[in-house]
């Protein structure tokens, strides 16, 4: 260790109550200032590893120091004692309180009398929001603000403790580029300042962007340290995370494009969609790109019927569409795999099982009663073809990998024997190697003369994937680009509100 080795983790190992082994021999170390990014798939035991140093899980094996001395995390308070702060994944922001209360949760300042002392814990959220060189009413309720607001105040929680070490779990994955950009500023601007970060991210792009270091893991066990992530390629580290080289994340497509299957027109949700109208044909793999906000997923949810239109009519193969309910739409052969696969997309507490039948009973009836022999059958072989990793698929979803359960979602969609696929951030939050499999399945329908949407936040995704791509800005769907006429710098340029140059013409 040197004099700037701010934490090490020597030899972890933790076993779980089951038998099974989340970290196996782990070592990590990490020195001042670093944005040091911790890699690997679902299921590489990443979290595990988060959670020791947080105090959530204490290790069975093994020893952390931190500036030399050995210690042990007892609990997520004495994490915090030792200077360790974590902006987790999953927002753990209190809606109807506001920015300053959220900020200062249990930690609140207090008057001589012992009542909170409002006008000083708005003060002192306003010092520490202009130590980020931000701006957020810390009198505005949570459940106001923007997906990257809220962000940026669980930044702001966290750094109001006083950390040294901030723990980023996949701190983007709700995020425009924009978005991004603004809070990678933020994360450098602390770096300068002496702040060091373990930076957890499924995103290779973006690792090369911020991070300075890395450490992988796979399976539970570390596999390298990588001491300049600048000087190593996104293939190399993608090789060291999946553990065999990945020829193309994004694989060729053989699909022949027919005739027109789903056209939509003049589509209007009040206040969120404002007259848009596409259309996708056999296939064919239709991209929706736009800021946060701009009316993709809105969109996707006025044509599957979870959103109530005020206008617009939905055709398939010429014929016009009723749907006012997602089961409207499931019996004409539309499916919605939702951003929010946990809270939309899921039963957590159902098994593999249930969760894959749960759209489409009728696929396991045998004279109009359920039978469980064939579902057990028709779930195996889901769990076989997409690769799905579970003993028992009796066993509850909520302790599959993220990956593994968005595999869950597509299956339940693929047994509903939808014509019209629609695909809301498919990969969020999964390894690069649970992504190549997915874009794999993509264009497995789009060969077997299926239409399929694809709404994500991730350019190099659209790009790589899709045939067609349709721009969305303030609810518009602005522009329309082949794939091999777009780049992100176009797409980009639709997206924040460019338009169209017209030159004038005189005779």
Request: glycine residues 8%; charged residues 30%.
């Amino acid at each position: 260790m040197n004099d700037q080795t701010v934490l090490q983790m020597n030899h972890i190992m933790k076993i779980y109550g089951n038998g099974v082994v989340a970290n196996e021999d782990v070592s990590l170390e990490l020195r001042k200032s670093e944005i040091h990014a911790l890699l690997g798939e679902n299921g590489a035991g990443k979290s595990t590893l988060i959670k020791i140093l947080t105090g959530v899980y204490q290790a069975d094996e093994g020893e952390i120091k931190i500036k030399g001395e050995t210690v042990k995390i007892r609990d997520i308070y004495h994490s915090r004692k030792l200077h360790i702060g974590t902006v987790f994944q999953e927002n753990s922001l209190l809606p109807h309180l506001s920015v300053a209360e959220n900020i200062f949760l249990t930690r609140e300042p207090k008057t001589k009398t012992g009542l909170i002392n409002y006008k000083e814990m708005y003060e002192k959220s306003l010092e520490w929001e202009k130590k980020l060189g931000v701006s957020i009413d810390p009198k505005e309720k949570v459940r106001n603000l923007s997906v990257a607001e809220q962000q940026i105040v669980e930044i702001v929680k966290v750094l109001s403790q006083d950390p040294e070490i901030i723990i980023l779990d996949e701190p983007t994955s709700s995020l425009s580029d924009n978005e991004i950009e603004n809070l990678f500023e933020i994360i450098k601007r602390l770096q300068d300042n002496g702040m060091t970060f373990i930076y957890v991210s499924h995103r290779m792009e973006e690792i090369k962007e911020i991070g300075t270091s890395g450490t992988v893991l796979r399976d539970g066990k570390f596999i390298v340290t990588i001491n300049d992530i600048k000087k190593i390629s996104i293939e190399e580290i993608i090789t060291y995370i999946v553990g065999r080289p990945l020829n193309q994340i994004y694989p060729p497509r053989h699909a022949e494009i027919g005739n027109v299957l789903l056209e939509v027109k003049n589509l209007s949700v009040p206040g969120l969609v404002h007259h848009v109208s596409f259309q996708v044909r056999r296939g064919e793999v239709l991209g929706f790109s736009g800021l946060v906000g701009a009316g993709r997923t809105e969109t996707a949810k006025a044509v599957f019927g979870d959103l109530k239109k005020s206008e617009g009519t939905i055709f398939k193969e010429g014929d016009k569409l009723s749907i006012k309910s997602p089961k409207d739409a499931i019996r004409c052969g539309i499916s919605l795999l939702t951003e929010n696969r946990k809270e939309e997309g899921l039963f957590l507490e159902k098994s593999v099982s249930w969760n894959v039948v749960s759209a489409s009973l009728d696929t396991i009836k045998s004279h109009g009663f359920l039978n469980f022999r064939k579902e057990r059958n028709l779930v195996k072989d889901y769990v076989k073809a997409l690769g799905i990793k579970v003993a028992n698929v009796e066993r509850p979803v909520k302790y599959l990998s993220g990956g593994n359960q968005q595999k869950v979602v597509f299956a339940k969609w693929l047994n509903a024997g939808s014509q019209i696929y629609i695909f809301d951030e498919p990969t969020r939050g999964i390894d690069v190697g649970a992504k190549s499999e997915i874009y794999g399945i993509i264009n497995q329908l789009a060969e077997q003369g299926k239409a399929v949407i694809v709404i994500s936040s991730e350019l190099p995704e659209i790009l790589g994937i899709c045939d067609r791509i349709a721009i969305f800005h303030e609810g518009k769907l602005v522009k329309e680009l082949d794939r091999q006429d777009a780049d992100q710098e176009k797409i980009m340029y639709y997206a924040i509100g460019g338009r169209d140059k017209v030159e004038n013409i005189s005779e």
